[in-house]
């Protein structure tokens, strides 16, 4: 091998090792570049004599032609590396199956509330909504409980500025409603007529000091409200127990109306409910609170209780809930969990 073989071989070699296209660079110039050894000896032709000078010249040609290939295949070599290492980093698996769009549904209270409302429009009764941030007056007061009463104590609730309060119950929007329904018929009562009866539910959220299993601090009620000149308390089971039936989709279901007490009714009772079948057979069950609407919140409504009387209910739609579809933890409802919530869809 002779000098120039053996510098090619080097450069070959060198080339080979370099990693980065700036160590590339360097080798290069080591052998091209202005100080570089194939340089060096295109120097030395100078002082050679003319026909020596004609091969070793056409030789080093030679040889620089070999380290140029020899470079450009490594430049080549180092730019398809970068290109494929590129190519494996944004690869797409094409076999991984598509992000589909969730599809969303119905939170199951949001469905006992809808099922609720259809039986009772069915059975001709409104569906009024309420502010959930409320007056005393309409939260307590207005429904006979005083500020000193002592009911107040199981109401504990949250206060906003301003003395307003996040409600206790859907109850204050017996007054509302009334109100707003007295002022509607006002010449009709003014001429001492019949005015229509108030039919109406009130659904929405309610909120309370209260954690645990069977008490979230945010929970869900439902108002009834029937007044009218005729209005007893036989239309009140009447309506709960065709209710009950309906919405559990059973008539194997007994009802019980227990003796109870709430400052805005007289009588007052907690209403039971009993399954003929499944794994709640044979138990009481509370559902609501009831009774003959008292005649103080009847004078608040804005009418006269000699002649209108009528009967109130609240309901708990989250237990409604709890009861229908099994579920033994009031919390896991407003978790926000989606495992949980699909299994309602
Ligand atoms: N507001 C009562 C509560 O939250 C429930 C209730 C009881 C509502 C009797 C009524 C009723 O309308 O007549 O405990």
Redesign the pocket.
Known sequence: MNDLEALVAEAHARFAQALHPADLENAKAAYLGKAGRLTALMKDLASMDVELRKTRGADINRAKQAIEAALNARRQAMADAELDAQLRAEALDVTLPGRRRGQGSLHPVSRTLERIEGIFRSMGFDVAEGPEIETDWFNFTA?NTPADHPARS??DTFYVEGGHLLR????PM?IRHAVAHVKRYRDVLDAGEGMPEIRVIAPGR?YRVDSDATHSPMFH?C???WIGERVSFKDLKVVFTGFCHTFFESRDIALRFRP?F?P??EP???IDIQFGHGPLAGRWLEV??????HPNVVRNMGLDPERYIG?????GPDRLTMLRYGVNDLRLFFDGDVRFLSQFQ
Not at 168 to 171: I, R, V
Not at 288 to 293: E, I, M
């Open positions: 429904l199981m109401h206790t119950h859907t109850s017996q309610t009620q108002e009834g409200l109870s709430f805005f009714t007052s009772a907690e609501a609170g009831s009774g003959q609407v009967f109130a209910f609240g309901m």
